[in-house]
């Protein structure tokens, strides 16, 4: 969902309780500043994120929040579970409730999982078109050898809903483990493409989004907020 938008003169207007030609005078007497410049049209458009300053008083103020969290299993990606924790459950911050969750993962699968209150950003990360690669490790409960590797490249035919996975990377890192890379992210699709193989999965961890890896100094269960470096990893692709 892309971030709502809405004018300059009807925010002002119901904020102030004024008409919207009240608000071009305001305008004209340079009254009004934008993201910390002087606004002259009235039908600027802003939104949530807006910085807006009337009078030299802030009359709106509202911080982007980036998280990342390192899903334990046992942890769903919801807001509200009534069995088991959340990862809304696992933030320490008093914005939480703000905050949706930027792809999901399920009951049984670890790792990197995002959340903020930008929509802009999280369409930017989870829109199929921008083609943003997630990297899982992968525990088997049988052996695997280099014709999962081509099987995957080639990508894979699901019947029930009559779709055909794009390509997925596939490295082999052990006998029972595997590394993949894939662009899309259909409903269990990693358990189901080693499913053809008769190998069930037995540990699933995400550990990167895009060039955004977990690393290995966030412990399970525990959060931080982005850096603007981190953050702009997927800015260009709004």
Request: charged share 25%; aromatic share 8%; net charge neutral.
């Amino acid at each position: 969902m892309s971030l709502a938008t809405q004018r300059l003169d009807s925010f002002l207007a119901k904020h102030c309780g004024i008409s919207k030609r009240d608000v071009r005078l305001m305008l004209a007497q340079k009254r009004v500043l934008v993201d910390e410049q002087l606004a002259a049209n009235i039908e600027q458009q802003i939104n949530k994120f807006s910085l807006i300053v009337l009078d030299e008083e802030v009359i709106q103020n509202n911080p982007a929040y980036y998280i990342m969290l390192h899903k334990p299993v046992g942890v769903v990606c919801a807001t509200k579970d009534d069995k088991h924790s959340t990862v809304i459950d696992l933030l320490p911050y008093d914005f939480k409730e703000q905050l949706h969750i930027v792809g999901r993962l399920d009951l049984n699968t670890s790792g990197l999982v995002l959340l903020t209150n930008d929509s802009r950003w999280s369409e930017a990360i989870t829109q199929p078109s921008q083609k943003i690669e997630k990297t899982y490790q992968v525990t088997l409960q049988n052996p695997i050898d280099e014709s999962y590797v081509d099987a995957f490249a080639q990508g894979m035919y699901f019947g029930y809903e009559n779709i055909t996975t794009l390509p997925a990377k596939l490295k082999i890192l052990d006998t029972h483990k595997a590394e993949v890379k894939l662009l899309e992210g259909k409903y269990h699709q990693i358990k189901r493409m080693f499913g053809r193989f008769r190998n069930p999965v037995t540990a699933l961890h995400r550990s990167q989004i895009g060039d955004l890896a977990l690393g290995d100094d966030l412990p399970a269960g525990q959060v931080r907020e982005l850096t603007n470096a981190e953050v702009c990893l997927f800015t260009d692709k709004r």
